[in-house]
Nanobody, 125 residues
Framework: QVQLVESGGGLVQAGGSLRLSCAAS????????MGWFRQAAGKEREFVTA????????AYAGSVRGRFTISRDNAKNTVYLQMNSLKPEDTAVYYC??????????????????WGQGTQVTVSS
């Protein structure tokens, strides 16, 4: 069983920054692919970014590339999402997710095995 706990969400003005954290339980965190997804009110959950176990591969949705950065610290069992130049359209609940099987396509939510409870990010205009 893997537990994921997100933190760092909040209210920020457009153009501002936030850093989300996701703390994971489990001795083998360093082997997981980790992803961030988001879901805005009334919309489907969408892929944001993912990082492989060794931080040698990252993927980003086009809408956040150049503004968001994913990173991880395997010693702390934590993955981070640095969000800069935030826009009102980034408003959503952000979820971290763990993929224990190193699936090839990290953008597909159904391939992830465990999910956090989510943290709200609200960007005001």
């Amino acid at each position: 069983q893997v537990q994921l706990v997100e933190s760092g969400g909040g209210l920020v003005q457009a153009g501002g920054s936030l850093r989300l954290s996701c703390a994971a339980s489990g001795r083998t965190f360093s082997t997981y692919t980790m992803g961030w997804f988001r879901q805005a009110a009334g919309k489907e959950r969408e892929f944001v970014t993912a990082i492989n176990w060794s931080s040698t591969s990252r993927a980003y949705a086009g809408s956040v590339r150049g503004r968001f950065t994913i990173s991880r610290d395997n010693a702390k069992n934590t993955v981070y999402l640095q969000m800069n130049s935030l826009k009102p359209e980034d408003t959503a609940v952000y979820y971290c997710a763990a993929d224990l099987h190193a699936e090839v396509d990290t953008t597909k939510s159904w391939l992830y095995d465990y999910w956090g409870q989510g943290t709200q990010v609200t960007v005001s205009s």
